[in-house]
C-alpha cells in the first residue's frame, strides 16, 4: 500500500491551496480517507475525513467553512482542498486510510493503518 501526498508550499495568509493523495496497492474506493496536520513541536492533529463513498465528511473545527475534503475513487486520489488558508494551517500534512470511519474514530490516528509521507504547507502572514 502507497498512498503519495502532494501538493503542498509556501502561500500568503488568505491563499489556497490543493492537496492530492494517491493510492496504489488497495481497493481505493472501498477505503475511507482522513487528513491530518502536525505542526513544529505539536501533536498531529485531524483536519478532515471522509468515508468511502465521499457521503459522510468530519472536519476539525478550525478548518471548517475553508478547507473541503473529497475524492475521486475512479482515479484513486483523495483531496483537501484549502481556502482562506492562515497561519496557523503551517504544518506538515499527511493523509491516511482505513476501512471504515464513523463520528466516535475519524480524528484519531490509531484508526489509520496505511498513512503516506507529509507534504509541507507554509503559510505566510
Known amino acids: 500500500v502507497q498512498l503519495q501526498a502532494s501538493g503542498g508550499g509556501l502561500v500568503q ?3 489556497s491551496l490543493r492537496l492530492s493523495c ?4 488497495l481497493a481505493f474506493g472501498s477505503y475511507a480517507m482522513g487528513w491530518f496536520r502536525q505542526a513544529p ?3 498531529r492533529d485531524i483536519v478532515a475525513a471522509i468515508t468511502w463513498s465521499g457521503s459522510n465528511l468530519y472536519y476539525a473545527d478550525s478548518v471548517k467553512g475553508r478547507f473541503t475534503i473529497s475524492r475521486d475513487n475512479a482515479k484513486n486520489t483523495g483531496y483537501l482542498q484549502m481556502n482562506s488558508l492562515k497561519p496557523e494551517d503551517t504544518a506538515a500534512y499527511y493523509c491516511a486510510a482505513t476501512q471504515r470511519i464513523h463520528s466516535a474514530n475519524y480524528y484519531r490516528g490509531s484508526t489509520y ?6 507534504t509541507l504547507v507554509t503559510v505566510s502572514s
Open 13 to 15: 495568509a488568505g491563499g
Open 22 to 25: 494517491a493510492a496504489s496497492g
Open 41 to 43: 513541536g505539536k501533536e
Open 113 to 118: 493503518p496505511y498513512w503516506g509521507q507529509g
